[in-house]
Structures are given as C-alpha cells and as structure tokens.
C-alpha cells in the first residue's frame, strides 16, 4: 500500500491549526490510515486502497479537517467554464481510448506544492492506476502550449524529446532507451501506433501512457497547469483527473473545464466538458446501518456522522437518507461504503466489545490448510506464489485462449469493461501476469491457488466458488515434458494415483495437451504447452506450458471431504 509523505508546515497551512506531531500521531489512525513514522519535518501515512483521494497532504487535510469538526459536509468546488479545447482522433480507440483534461490557474507554486504534485502522480500511478495500466497522468506547464490540443497517434519512427532528455528521440529509441520506455513501454507493445497528446503547433506535450515531454515540464516557476488523464475505461479516467482537480482546488487554484470532442460513443456522449465536480447521489438505508454496525443510530445522528466525513445528507424518510457523495470520493459504490465511513466517524475506540453468546473452537478450514500444504509443494517445486483478480472479461477469458465462451456469472453493473464477469478457470490469470511482466527475464514460473466462480442451479445464489491450482512455466526450453513432469511429482507428493491421457484443448498445442485422470476415469484438470495463436494474443514471444487442477476434486480423492 502506498505511504506518502506530508510535511508538517505544509499541513499545518492547509489545515489551518497549530497542530503537533503528537495530536496528528493519535487522531490520523483513527481515519482509517497508518501512521508509518515521523521527524521535525513531517510524518509519513499508509493510505489503504480504498481511499486514493487522500493519496496527497491537500486529500488527507481536507479530510481531517472535517474529522476534527473544522469543515462539515461536501466541499464547493467551484469550476469556471474554460475556452481550451481537446480533438480525439479515432485511431486511439484501438489503443487508450479515452482522455479527460483540467486547467487549472493561479497554483501558488513552491516547493511543497511541486513536490505534493509529484507525489499525487506516482502514487496514484502504482495504485489506482495499477502501475499505469488502467490509467495515466500527464501535468504540464499551460502557458508554454497552444490550445487546441489534440489526442492522436504517430508511427514508432516519430520524434520528439522527451522528460529528463537532452536530445529528440524516436518512439522506438525511447521504448528502448529511456529509462521510462524500459519501464512502462510493455504497456504499448504490439502497437505499430503510439498515442500523442500534441497542441495545435504540433508541440508534443506526452505520450500516454509512458512520458511526458519535455517541452511542457512544470517547474517552481509554472502558475498555471494543464492536466490530461489517459486510460482504458471512462470511470478510471474521469476519477483520477477528478481527485488531482479537487486536491488543488484545496491549494486555492482556480479550475477550468476542457471541451473535448470524440470521433466515436464514449459513457458520457462524443462532446464531454471535464472536470465536472458535481457530487452525485446515493440512498442509504437506515436499516443497513443498524445491521451492520450492531446499534442503533437515529436518522439525526446518522447524518452529523456523515458530515464529519465530508458527505451531505437529509432524511427521505424514517428509514432513508439521501447522501451526496463528493466527486473525489470514488470509492463509494455501494451503500455499505457510507457505512463504513459512519462507523469511522463514531469512533471504532467507542464501540464496546461483545462476548459471543456461544462457545465455539476457532480454526483453518480443512480447504484452507489443504491449500497451505498446496502452496508449500509448488514453491518447493522451483513456482512463484501470484495473486490475481476474481473479476475479468470475456475477451481475456475466452478470446484471447481460444475458447469458446461458456457460461459464467456476470456482474448486473460492472464498472468498467475490463471486470464484467467472474472468473471461470485460473489460467487466463496468470497469462496476463506473464504479458505484465514480459520486460522480465526468463524462465518466470508462477502459480495460484484461489477460487474461480461457476453457475449451480443447486446453489442459494445460482453460483458457487470452487477452489482450483494453476501454473505456468516460460521460457525458450518449456516443453510438455516439463509440465507433464511437475504435474506428477505434484500429485505423487499428494499420494493421488492418477494418469495423464492425450486430448484437445483449444488452448493447448494438439498432441502435446493431456487430462488428468484418477484411476476411475475423473478428469480433475489438465495440462500442455499453450498454444502459438494464444501466445500471440498475451503479446508472449517464448515458448510457454501450464496445468490447471481441481484442488476440491483431489481433497475429496484424499477424503478431506467438500469445504464447510
């Protein structure tokens, strides 16, 4: 989880109190952060995932100021209508099809608010924006572009210079060279086209999502800043410029909206204005903050709760609030969210223990401990423990294996279009670990031991998890004698007969793919060298073999029975 640094002037000035470090030390905790370490200086916070807003000294002031009962409910954000304007061009659709802009004016820069503005960007970059992936920050200096700017692509042999380089460089040298392409260029790979932020001279301002140029550095000079967010999905696009926007509107700077017009559908229509900082709207039902936080509280002390939080509120009903939610909340997707957040403003301090009102002897259930012992023998079998997401798409789950798509549980309101259904089988997972990290040297061997979710018409709620074991293994030499031979030192640790016999699996190389068998003829997984066409489509260019095995299937063979 990213820490973040806050000096203690700096925030002493956003707040406006005469604060100690002592104070700060025992009320923060109490938000719901980590208090890491601190010095004359300053302090040092671990901010939890849910709450990227607070990710800068601007985010964590403002929210304390309404913890200590400073400030109460949503802040006014005021938002001027701008005269600059942005053109998409319709070859980024195939590439990062979305981008959103903020001007912002009169930024008192000095070398708290240029650090603060760093800051903001690489921790949103490794967390929100998961490494750059789902979405990317450009800021820059307004006053050295010419509006209108426009969103296109350029070919790899294009030049331009950029950040932290003294001579122009094509696309491909920096992809290649510069520091920043070594790091992040994995994330344009396959693309003959890379996407280019210019303005209407053709100054090129970044190339999303890998660096800025160095055209329009911001320095301790810059008073006015020019803000682009890049990604793959509107909401992430649109949260990300929306906490940068409000955080500086903490600092006094004035914001300005951008127009920008799309070739092609996008959520919010093809002519959008952003930021827009309107709070939006959700009801909160009485009912669920009795329930979970186990007392009763009434609609009046409910709502002071929430403004505490920087929430507005006023009573529907006896048994609804209506809640405003402030745009750089967005975290808040659900009604338990506001929850949380009153329990947060009631204190955890305050909330008195209860005895369970029956005996019980706690413990590891037997799936998890036949898990743990799972994990024990793939790590000793030379594998890397990896954790991956339930949620994910049916192009990643289906498409890009070569399957045909079957039937899977689907979220009613997914967020974004890259998490629109559970998981099926583990093996896309770890093919998108391997694409992420194919700037890394090889072999890479990786496991995971996690549940995957399936359809049962048997089951409450239509679905049920099923816990499941999948590996892959890449390198220049993986072959089928490879993974045919972990796969039976694995289950032989386990003490499962079993045999391997030939199949096709639309995933696999035909005639170098197996099923795994008990000695009774049930399949419990299977196993083979993943096929070319696959390769191709997770961008991989090595030789790759992979397994995936029921690890239920195996625990009733070896009479641990189903899971509780």
Known sequence: MPVIRVGLEDFRRLVGLRLSLSRLREEIPMMGLGWERDDPEGFEVEVFPN?????????????????????????????????????????????????????????????????????????????????????????????????????????????????????????????????????????????????????????????????????????????????????????????????????????????????????????????????????????????????????????????????????????????????????????????????EDVIIAYGYNRIEPEIPQFATIGGESLLERFSSKVRSIMVGLGYQEVMTEVLTNPRDLFVKMRVKAGPVVELENPKTVEYTVCRSWLLPSLMKVLARNRHREYPQRIFEVDDVVILDENSETGGRSLRKLAAVSIHSEADYAEVKAVVDTFLEILAVEHRVEPGIHPSFIEGRTGFIKTLKGETIGFLGEIHPEVLINFGLENPTVGFEIDLEAVMRLKGFGRRP
């Open 51 to 339: 709450r990227p807003d607070m990710l800068s000294p601007e985010g964590l002031a403002r929210a304390y100021k309404g913890f200590i009962g400073l400030e109460r409910g949503v802040p006014d954000y005021v938002v001027k209508r701008g005269f600059y304007e942005a053109y998409v061009d319709a070859a980024v659709k195939s590439v990062r099809p979305y981008i959103a802009f903020a001007t912002i004016k009169n930024v008192p820069m000095d070398e708290e608010v240029f650090k603060s503005i760093i800051q903001i960007q690489e921790k949103l970059h490794i967390s929100y924006c998961r490494n750059r992936r789902k979405g990317s920050i450009g800021v820059h200096d307004l006053d050295k572009l010419k509006p209108p700017v426009r969103y296109t692509v350029k070919p790899l042999n294009f030049r331009f210079r950029p950040l932290d380089s003294e001579e122009e460089m094509s696309i491909r040298e920096i992809l290649r060279r510069h520091p920043k392409g070594v790091e992040y260029g994995h994330l344009l790979s396959g693309f003959k086209y890379c996407p280019i932020l210019e303005d209407s001279q053709g100054m090129v301002l970044s190339m999303p999502p890998v660096i800025n140029s160095e055209y329009t550095r911001v320095t301790l000079e810059t008073k006015n800043l020019f803000i682009d967010c890049t990604g793959l999905d509107w909401k992430t696009v649109n949260s990300i410029l929306n906490i940068i926007a409000t955080s500086l509107a903490e600092r006094g700077c004035q914001i300005y909206t951008v127009k920008i017009h799309y070739p092609y559908d996008t959520p919010v229509g093809k002519e959008v204005e952003t930021p827009d900082l309107a709070p939006s709207e959700m009801k909160l039902p009485l009912s669920l903050v009795d329930k979970v936080f186990g007392e009763h509280l009434d609609a009046e002390e409910v709502v002071k709760l929430l403004a505490k939080m920087r929430f507005d509120a006023v009573k529907l009903s006896e048994r609804e609030l209506l809640v405003k939610v402030p745009a750089y909340r967005v975290d808040i997707m659900h009604p338990v969210d506001l929850v």
